[in-house]
């Protein structure tokens, strides 16, 4: 077979796969499939909700495959807390047609998927209102420097830091999701009372 003829059927096997996804909207009237998107190559089940699984064509020889399903999970700061190892997938042979992926689909997958989906958004979310009151805190943390005799800079990053500085005393302190953690060198007894003052004062 000459690369003509293979050219040929790769060509017949990506349409009856594209034919193939399109005929699950029979079997999934609430979900939305889309066959191409910008930047993504992989065919999209979605949900108005957000809930989306895509498919991988695994080729096999010239004319067959297996279409694998998998899930889409929210992200926050790269995580979705769900480990990938727990994540469920599913294969069918695409040349068992749209009704045998559909119920492949609504098998185990389907379930298993929409609870780690949600799951992942409440994580997100809780890590979204975490990092929110982290953020808070910090900000009132400096607002109650601003004035001080102590002068202060500030430290970006994932847990914010106030580096405070008085002649050689110095002081770091970082707001983390779960507490305020203050590092000090060199402090007087005044220099610390005054210190405590500030991080206590009323907002």
């Known amino acids: 077979m000459d690369w003509k003829e293979k050219d040929k059927l790769h060509k017949e096997r990506d349409e009856r796969y594209r034919e193939l996804v399109s005929g699950l909207a029979e079997y999934f009237p609430d979900w939305t499939i889309s066959l191409e998107q910008e930047g993504y190559t992989h065919p999209t089940m979605e949900t108005a909700t957000g809930a989306k699984v895509y498919f991988r064509l695994d080729v096999k020889g010239d004319t067959g495959g297996m279409v694998r399903v998998s899930g889409f999970y929210p992200t926050y700061n790269g995580s979705s807390g769900s480990r990938p190892e727990n994540r469920p997938s599913v294969g069918c042979n695409m040349d068992r047609g749209s009704e045998a992926l559909a119920k492949a689909i609504k098998g185990s997958f389907l379930d298993h998927y929409l609870r780690l989906y949600v799951d992942s958004l409440e994580y997100c979310e809780l ?7 982290k953020m808070a805190t910090f900000q009132t943390l400096v607002d109650r420097f601003n004035g001080q005799p102590m002068t202060h800079t500030i430290r970006d990053g994932y847990d914010p830091t106030v580096i405070v500085r008085e002649g050689q005393a110095r002081a770091e302190i970082t707001v983390t999701s779960r507490d305020v953690k203050i590092e000090a060198d060199s402090l007087t007894v005044d220099q610390a009372t ?8 009323s907002p």
């Not at 890590?127 to 009151?133: F, G, H, I, Q, S």
């Not at 005054?194 to 004062?201: G, I, S």
């Open 194 to 201: 005054r210190m405590l003052e500030a991080l206590t004062a």
């Open 127 to 133: 890590w979204r209102e975490t990092d929110r009151v």
